[in-house]
């Protein structure tokens, strides 16, 4: 066991739903990482130093290790390249970035710097998607459907980032799906056409369908929508030469053939953070842009449809 001081102190930038639900309690059961401070404009915790902002905490809190970025995707590069300059391992939450091209000069700073960038995917650690990606290496895929339905009020209430320039709308979830069939299926796809239906009064898609095709001519689809009340939605189903594989649940759920072969309570956020803690111990790196350049061939191949005004209240 670490003791505390040998502990990577660490500190949250936006506390925010994903801080507060996920982060905060992860931090608390990992080893070799504690919460040192925290870095947020309207909120704190309660036993923890407190900074308005990254820029204030860098500048008072010098024995800060490193920072988890919190805050939505349009703010975090530039948090991210001024914590890198100051010496921090970062961990970008998901998306990791409002572009594409903004990661490679952060990837290329951490490795100048000796320091570790970890760009998080929460969903690849979700206990179906191992064993589905050792299942499908294995069989001929014949198709693949992406079901990601959610309510955006649930989800999000009130996060008015998501349906700016940026903040992705439906895709900020749908993106989850991407991150796990860029890491189950074995041979890369790309988008081929996509309808991306745009609220009249945001910047964002509320809802989309999206084709893609891998390289050895496969077929996937992805249903996105962000209106499904009720019961919610985040299913893959892959066809192949012997069944149905089903990941549900986002993925912590996996079936063959409706037979359940996996079904566990999640832990995504704990993986994540033991997983910084190693990649931190090994001067390493992690930045996968897969699933965000799907979404950025989305928004460019894709047709827009304009639909009613979305009011969050
Ligand atoms: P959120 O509740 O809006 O929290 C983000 C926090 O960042 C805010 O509370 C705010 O705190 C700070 N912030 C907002 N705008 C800022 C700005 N312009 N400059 C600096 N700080 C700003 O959003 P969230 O749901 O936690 O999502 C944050 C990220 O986590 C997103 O990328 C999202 O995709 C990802 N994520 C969310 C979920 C989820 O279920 N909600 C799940 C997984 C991943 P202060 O006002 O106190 O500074």
Request: with cysteine; net charge negative.
């Amino acid at each position: 066991m670490t003791t505390p001081t040998d502990d990577i102190r660490l500190a949250i930038v936006g506390l925010g739903k994903i801080a507060r639900d996920q982060h905060v309690p992860a931090i608390a059961e990992t080893e070799g990482i504690r919460l040192a401070a925290v870095a947020s404009r309207n909120a704190e915790l309660d036993g923890v130093a407190h900074y308005a902002t990254m820029d204030e905490m860098l500048e008072a809190a010098p024995d800060i290790e490193a920072v988890a970025l919190c805050t939505p995707p349009q703010v975090r590069r530039a948090q991210a390249a001024l914590a890198l300059k100051a010496g921090k391992h970062v961990l970008l939450e998901k998306p990791p970035g409002a572009t594409v091209a903004e990661l490679a000069p952060l990837a290329s700073a951490a490795r100048d710097a000796g320091l570790t960038l970890f760009a998080t995917w929460h969903s690849r650690f979700a206990p179906g998607v191992e064993p589905a990606r050792a299942f499908l290496a294995e069989r001929t895929i014949r198709s693949v459907e992406v079901e990601w339905k959610e309510d955006v009020r649930v989800w999000h209430p009130g996060q008015r980032w998501i349906w700016e320039p940026g903040g992705l709308g439906v895709f900020d979830p749908g993106i989850n799906a991407l991150s796990i069939l860029t890491y189950v299926l074995p041979r890369p796809f790309f988008v081929t056409s996509a309808t991306l239906d745009f609220p009249e009064n945001c910047a964002a898609p509320i809802a989309a369908e999206i084709a893609f095709e891998d390289t050895e001519g496969v077929h996937i689809t992805a249903a996105l929508d962000f209106l499904q009340t009720g019961p919610q939605t985040w299913d893959i189903r892959v066809a192949t030469d012997t069944g149905t594989l089903t990941l549900s649940s986002g993925g912590a759920k996996l079936f063959h053939d409706g037979e359940p072969l996996v079904e566990a309570p999640e832990a995504e956020y704990r993986s994540i953070y033991r997983r910084f803690v190693a990649l931190v111990s090994a001067g390493a790196s992690d930045v996968d842009v897969t699933p965000l350049q799907h979404v950025a061939d989305a928004f460019m191949l894709g047709r827009r449809r304009t639909v009613d005004p979305f009011e969050d209240a």
